[in-house]
């Protein structure tokens, strides 16, 4: 499997396996660290999900200038 090929779905979907470490953590010691850990995760799992997807096509006002 190459990176270039994962898609942000699916990046989204291993991102949010990480929530189950971060549970047994908050359940094992301390329920309020799980809980901003918990929290950490989701934002960064966001974070990412938005950075990563596609660019829709679109030339964000770059027309060309008619000097004619």
Do not use: K
Not at 11 to 18: K, R, S
Not at 61 to 67: M, N, Q, V, Y
């Amino acid at each position: 499997m190459v990176l270039e090929d994962l898609t942000p779905r699916t990046a989204l979907v291993v991102g949010l396996l990480a929530l189950l470490p971060v549970t047994w953590y908050g359940l094992g010691s301390s329920l309020s660290a799980g809980v901003v850990s918990g929290i950490n995760v989701l934002i960064i799992v966001t974070a990412l999900y938005v950075a990563f997807r596609p660019v829709p096509d679109a030339h964000h006002g770059h027309e060309p200038t008619d000097a004619s």
